[in-house]
């Protein structure tokens, strides 16, 4: 094993943002080259450089990365609320003690905010395409960025998570929203091809057969080498706050993928379960029958 790491010193964090400034984020083998800070940056290498500088990024504004994270995707999701309606009031002459009416403006109606859970339940539909229509996002909305509109807009259950998983799935399957790499989407049309279904099936102990929703190609994009280029570009080139609102979507995106995983795990193991028991039920009935035919035969 090789010596352990030191931890930065303050010079050496100096010199690794001047560098940078100097040479630009993505270029640590120029900075360590560099007389002007190869003295100072002599026990570091280049992937040092970059961890050290990611990690001063996400935490520039004195939060922790994954605080910051969350933080930063809050804050880029959320919707403005409307205020209260301010009041227009009419200048008062000094020497006149008189009250002056006060005319509230006329502006639209405040969104809602529903306090009782059971009615917030009950209309998780609606609220799940109020929030992908008001976040108005190209390729999609994830769920945690339906959960975050939902807990700011009203007042949430404690179990909304899960309820949002049910009913994504639900109207994922019958065509009511479409999802692509997690994202969901509500289809502009629904014309009769967007109910069929794929001729792959997955069999269920019962005998049933559920079929997959169908996945449309034209939604899925592959990336060029030029556009994967121009994209590591942009990132070298972040701020602290856009690097890190990168880096919440994609703590956002790496839980939620996690959370599908385990769930696809228990409901696979579940299946397994209930095809064993279902095997062993009919072997045993088999058995039974058999047992009851050859009684027969013999009186």
């Known amino acids: 094993m090789g010596a352990p790491k030191q931890k930065w010193t303050s010079e050496e964090e100096s010199a690794l943002k001047a560098g940078v400034v100097k040479h630009g984020a993505g270029k640590w083998r120029t900075i360590l080259k560099d007389p002007e800070f190869s003295s100072v940056l002599s026990l570091r290498s280049n992937v040092d450089l970059k961890d050290k500088w990611r990690n001063m990024s996400v935490t520039a504004n004195g939060w922790g990365s994954r605080e910051k994270a969350r933080m930063a995707l809050r804050k880029s999701r959320q919707v403005p ?28 109606s405040p969104l809602p905010l529903l306090t009782a859970p059971r009615k917030l339940v ?12 008001n976040l108005k996002e190209p390729s999609g909305s994830n769920k945690t960025a339906i959960t975050m509109y939902i807990e700011d807009q009203y007042s949430a259950p404690p179990n909304l998570k899960k309820l949002l998983s049910i009913k994504l799935k639900a109207l994922t399957a019958n065509g009511k929203l479409s999802k692509v790499k997690r994202r969901y989407r509500i289809p502009q049309s629904l014309p009769q091809s967007e ?8 069999f269920l102990p019962e005998g049933r057969q559920k079929e997959p929703p169908r996945v449309d190609k034209k939604d899925i994009k592959a990336l060029t080498k030029p556009q994967i280029d121009a994209e590591l570009a942009r990132m070298r080139n972040m701020t602290a706050e856009e ?19 385990e769930e696809a795990a228990r409901e ?29 035969f013999q009186f």
């Open 243 to 261: 690097a890190a609102l990168a880096a919440a979507q994609a703590v956002a995106e790496a839980e939620e993928a996690m959370a599908e995983a």
């Open 122 to 133: 009950s209309k998780i539909d609606s609220l799940i395409f109020e929030a992908i229509s």
């Open 195 to 202: 109910h069929r279904r794929t001729k792959s099936k997955v």
């Open 268 to 296: 696979a193991e579940a299946a397994e379960a209930d095809a064993e028991a279902a095997e062993a039920f009919a072997e045993a009935a088999l058995k039974t029958l058999k047992k009851r035919a050859k009684s027969n």
């Open 81 to 108: 609320k409307q205020e209260e309606a301010p009041l227009d009031l009419t200048v008062v002459d000094d020497h006149n003690d008189e009250l002056v009416d006060v005319k509230p403006l006329a502006v639209a």
